[in-house]
């Protein structure tokens, strides 16, 4: 699928590769470097070059099982590709001919990289190897040795001058791509390497593992620069600050604050010893984590601090959510009510209780025009509280299942709900009228969200597809089938 940034539209739906499975028939796809084209590949075999204004589509064939991965040169004019059948094509864009086929390797070749200068690819391979290639003649360079696992990532630094490869072998390595000798070895993650990235000045080498950290190499020392320690567990929560100047994680009860710049860890929350979920305040200055010990608490960005403890739940709170001017936070809890909790004083201003006390809450959302917090939980209704006076105004009765997610709208008085009953309704908040039933899913929606306008809804299903619903007419505009 092709998406409009600006709009969230679906612009074009891309359907050609096929497969004897349902999972994974499209392995990825990349951009060309003018954004006019769009390359996907998958397990049919195929490189499909797809057009991004029109719907023409040219198929590369040549490879004999699963293409693994893709990529244009810097001025677009070719691409590379690598594939399950242990080669390397490269292809001409402009008239799909295949230039050449890069044979040598003697297993699955993972992925591939051009240099800056477009002269040369790297491609990395479960041999335990990768190869350099000289584009314009089809000649292997230089076969990198020294790692003693699979190579699943190399890349290039920007000027070109050395080239990373990442293993899983627990290890990163640099090497020089003009004599193929290996500079240094960087040894410290505790499991495989999954992505490794250069600076934007080359002077660093990030590392992601599967040990659950990142790593920082100091290219110029060839040193460990700084090792984040936060991500100690699988990441529960994470979000972004309203600058996006840093994401906010979750993970085995730890929450970490890292600069999105430079990837470096700047903030660790270590009183948050048993959080998983975490929100940035609408100013930035301030996150809220959720525990299992039954509180909310309240940290400066700056200092790290935990500044208030939010008490009162009898089970743990399982959503928070801060209001759009950032005065208040709500949250949601097993213990089957809503706190709205002055954020200044700490002090809880109301408890909004929905139905019998026999059902977790599940969502919650905050009107972004006036004083009204939404929640649902494991019943088919959902509750309209003012905010202010902690007043219940009304319920929306309609859903003949359990209500997953609310929302409302950015510009307007309406809210949608996604339910159980494989339904999504689109409701005015100020008078309880249900607007319209989008019937479409024939399993639980899971997600919804408005299109920034609030002219479009866009839901997701367990049945592993996304619908785009136009308001104004009533209708699905498209089925965006992919998921598994």
């Given at each position: 699928?092709?998406?409009?940034?600006q709009?969230?539209?679906?612009?074009?739906?891309?359907?050609?590769?096929?497969?004897?499975?349902?999972?994974?028939?499209?392995?990825?796809?990349?951009?060309?470097?003018?954004?006019?084209?769009?390359?996907?590949?998958?397990?049919?075999?195929?490189?499909?070059?797809?057009?991004?204004?029109?719907?023409?589509?040219?198929?590369?064939?040549?490879?004999?099982?699963?293409?693994?991965?893709?990529?244009?040169?810097?001025?677009?004019?070719?691409?590379?590709?690598?594939?399950?059948?242990?080669?390397?094509?490269?292809?001409?864009?402009?008239?799909?001919?295949?230039?050449?086929v890069?044979?040598?390797?003697?297993?699955?070749?993972?992925?591939?990289?051009?240099?800056?200068?477009?002269?040369?690819?790297?491609?990395?391979?479960?041999?335990?190897?990768?190869?350099?290639?000289?584009?314009?003649?089809?000649?292997?360079?230089?076969?990198?040795?020294?790692?003693?696992?699979?190579?699943?990532?190399?890349?290039y630094?920007?000027?070109?001058?050395?080239?990373?490869?990442?293993?899983?072998?627990?290890?990163?390595?640099?090497?020089?791509?003009?004599?193929?000798?290996?500079?240094?070895?960087?040894?410290?993650?505790?499991?495989?390497?999954?992505?490794?990235?250069?600076?934007?000045n080359?002077?660093?080498?990030?590392?992601?593992?599967?040990?659950?950290?990142?790593?920082?190499?100091?290219?110029?020392?060839?040193?460990?620069r700084?090792?984040?320690?936060?991500?100690?567990?699988?990441?529960?929560?994470?979000?972004?600050?309203?600058?996006?100047?840093?994401?906010?994680?979750?993970?085995?009860?730890?929450?970490?604050?890292?600069?999105?710049?430079?990837?470096?860890?700047?903030?660790?929350?270590?009183?948050?010893?048993?959080?998983?979920?975490?929100?940035?305040?609408?100013?930035?200055?301030?996150?809220?984590?959720?525990?299992?010990?039954?509180?909310?608490?309240?940290?400066?960005?700056?200092t790290?601090?935990?500044?208030?403890?939010?008490?009162?739940?009898?089970?743990?709170?399982?959503?928070?959510?801060?209001?759009?001017?950032?005065?208040?936070l709500?949250?949601?809890?097993?213990?089957?009510?809503?706190?709205?909790?002055?954020?200044?004083?700490?002090?809880?201003?109301?408890?909004?209780?929905?139905?019998?006390?026999?059902?977790?809450?599940?969502?919650?959302?905050?009107?972004?025009?006036?004083?009204?917090?939404?929640?649902?939980?494991?019943?088919?209704?959902?509750?309209?509280?003012?905010?202010?006076?902690?007043?219940?105004?009304?319920?929306?009765?309609?859903?003949?299942?359990?209500?997953?997610?609310?929302?409302?709208?950015?510009?307007?008085n309406?809210?949608?709900?996604?339910?159980?009953?494989?339904?999504?309704?689109?409701?005015?908040?100020?008078?309880?009228?249900?607007?319209?039933?989008?019937?479409?899913?024939?399993?639980?929606?899971?997600?919804?969200?408005?299109?920034?306008?609030?002219?479009?809804?866009?839901?997701?299903?367990?049945?592993?597809?996304l619908?785009?619903?136009?308001?104004e007419?009533?209708?699905?505009?498209?089925?965006?089938?992919?998921?598994?």
């Amino acid at each position: 699928m092709i998406w409009d940034v600006q709009t969230g539209d679906c612009r074009r739906i891309c359907i050609g590769h096929t497969g004897s499975f349902n999972i994974f028939i499209v392995s990825g796809a990349v951009y060309s470097p003018n954004s006019n084209q769009v390359a996907s590949f998958g397990r049919d075999g195929t490189v499909r070059l797809w057009s991004v204004e029109t719907e023409t589509c040219h198929v590369l064939r040549g490879h004999s099982s699963t293409v693994t991965s893709a990529v244009y040169s810097p001025h677009g004019d070719q691409l590379v590709s690598s594939g399950e059948d242990r080669t390397v094509r490269l292809w001409d864009v402009a008239t799909r001919y295949c230039r050449h086929v890069f044979k040598g390797h003697s297993d699955r070749v993972v992925s591939v990289a051009y240099s800056p200068k477009g002269n040369q690819v790297a491609s990395a391979s479960k041999d335990h190897t990768a190869r350099l290639w000289d584009v314009e003649t089809g000649r292997c360079l230089h076969i990198l040795r020294g790692h003693i696992d699979a190579v699943g990532r190399t890349v290039y630094s920007p000027q070109g001058h050395m080239i990373a490869s990442a293993s899983s072998d627990k290890t990163v390595r640099l090497w020089d791509p003009e004599t193929g000798v290996c500079l240094q070895t960087f040894a410290g993650h505790s499991d495989w390497v999954t992505r490794i990235a250069f600076s934007p000045n080359g002077d660093q080498i990030a590392s992601s593992s599967n040990d659950k950290t990142v790593r920082l190499w100091d290219v110029r020392t060839r040193t460990s620069r700084h090792t984040p320690s936060g991500s100690n567990g699988p990441i529960r929560s994470l979000t972004c600050s309203p600058r996006g100047d840093c994401i906010a994680t979750c993970a085995q009860g730890i929450a970490h604050l890292w600069d999105t710049k430079t990837g470096v860890l700047f903030q660790t929350f270590r009183g948050a010893s048993d959080a998983f979920r975490v929100v940035c305040s609408p100013q930035g200055n301030q996150i809220a984590t959720a525990h299992v010990d039954k509180s909310v608490r309240l940290w400066n960005v700056e200092t790290g601090t935990c500044h208030r403890i939010l008490a009162g739940h009898a089970m743990s709170a399982n959503v928070i959510m801060y209001s759009p001017r950032g005065d208040q936070l709500a949250s949601g809890s097993m213990d089957y009510d809503v706190r709205l909790w002055d954020v200044r004083s700490g002090e809880c201003l109301h408890i909004l209780i929905g139905g019998p006390k026999t059902f977790n809450i599940y969502d919650i959302a905050y009107s972004p025009i006036d004083c009204q917090v939404a929640f649902c939980c494991l019943e088919p209704l959902v509750w309209i509280w003012d905010a202010q006076m902690g007043v219940c105004i009304r319920i929306l009765i309609g859903h003949s299942d359990s209500v997953h997610r609310v929302l409302y709208s950015p510009h307007s008085n309406q809210i949608a709900s996604a339910s159980y009953d494989t339904t999504v309704r689109v409701w005015d908040a100020g008078t309880g009228e249900c607007l319209y039933i989008f019937i479409g899913h024939n399993t639980l929606v899971s997600a919804i969200t408005y299109s920034p306008r609030g002219d479009q809804i866009t839901s997701g299903g367990d049945d592993g597809s996304l619908r785009v619903w136009d308001l104004e007419a009533r209708t699905c505009l498209w089925t965006l089938v992919g998921h598994s």
